[in-house]
């Protein structure tokens, strides 16, 4: 029995940090076989060996309790998910284009045919088929194309303000937290590991999904200003108040969202362990790398 149980969250032992990591690995080759798969949305540079580690472990070290195979649909829809952020923020160069990637996912998670030769829609489509054989896409799939959803506008309303060389106030680039897409990639992890029966507490999983993502949005912040600087991205730390500011605000934010979490443990304790343990797992990460590569 691996100590670092959802409920508790005790620390696991250098074994048990042995078979977390085996397990990344293992998910970190159904990623380079998902980028082979799919070159034209994967052969860009930033995607090196070190994104698909670190995606990878970070899964892993968020949900110990979880095999290789229950983390297997998370794992592919952040790696999707970083796709299309990257041809929305760096390929796309208009608005229309932008709008038009955004019309092609809502279209194809809602049941279309992939658009030929285009490999964002055909991994999507792939993605869609199979949370829908799971017995519990009845009642979540609706939670999954929300999320997509919000997740879509987020990244169109960041576009618009990057574009127009706007500055949105703090709290105005913290409401627009969804195009981070943390609550998309956990809704469809939610769906892979539910099994047969009522889905209970969608709502306060939900919102407690939410306010994870909002840390881990500052989170992020923190550790790629110097990144979004040089790739031209907006950052809290450029729109005012300074990072001893953003550091007060994470430490309100995720004090809220253990609130939040602590009245699911008791019926999803590996749901309310896996929130808890991105958004620790992130505090960490982000003190020391980041995700993407170079350009």
């Known amino acids: ?33 998902w980028a082979e798969a799919y070159p034209g949305l994967f052969s860009a540079k930033p995607f090196d060996a070190a994104l698909y580690s670190t995606l990878s472990l970070a899964m892993a070290f968020s949900g110990p309790w979880f095999t290789a195979e229950q983390l297997r649909m998370a794992n592919k829809v952040s790696l999707w998910a970083f796709g299309l952020d ?9 608005r229309q284009e932008v709008e038009e990637i955004a019309r092609r996912c809502a279209d194809v998670a809602a049941g279309a045919a992939p658009v030929p030769g285009d490999d964002l829609t055909r991994m999507l489509a792939g993605i869609r088929d199979e949370l829908a054989s799971s017995p519990a896409f009845p009642e979540l799939g609706p939670v999954w194309l929300d999320e997509l959803r919000r997740m879509l506008e987020g990244m169109l309303v960041e576009w618009r303000w990057k574009s127009d060389k706007a500055r949105p106030s703090f709290e105005e680039y913290l409401g627009n937290a969804d ?10 992890h939610w769906i892979h590991v539910t099994g047969h029966g009522p889905v209970a507490d969608v709502d306060r999983v939900r919102e407690a999904g939410r306010a994870v993502q909002r840390v881990i949005r500052l989170l992020n912040d923190l550790g790629t200003y110097e990144r979004d600087l040089a790739w031209g991205d907006l950052n809290a730390l450029l729109l005012g108040g300074g990072r001893a500011e953003v550091e007060r605000r994470i430490a309100e934010l995720a004090a809220r969202s253990r609130e939040l979490i602590a009245p699911l443990r008791a019926a999803h304790p590996e749901l309310a362990g896996y929130m808890e343990r991105q958004m620790d797992f992130c505090a960490g990460f982000y003190q020391v790398g980041d995700y993407w590569g170079t350009l």
Not at 15 to 30: F, K, L, T, V, Y
Not at 179 to 188: E, I, T, Y
């Open 86 to 94: 990257w041809l929305v923020d760096y390929v796309a160069a208009s």
């Open 179 to 188: 195009n981070l897409g943390f609550s998309f990639v956990f809704a469809a």
């Open 1 to 33: 029995m691996m100590a670092a149980d959802p409920e508790h969250g005790v620390r696991p032992t250098a074994a048990e940090c042995g078979a977390i990591c085996a397990g990344a690995g293992r998910s970190q080759r159904d990623m380079r076989e």
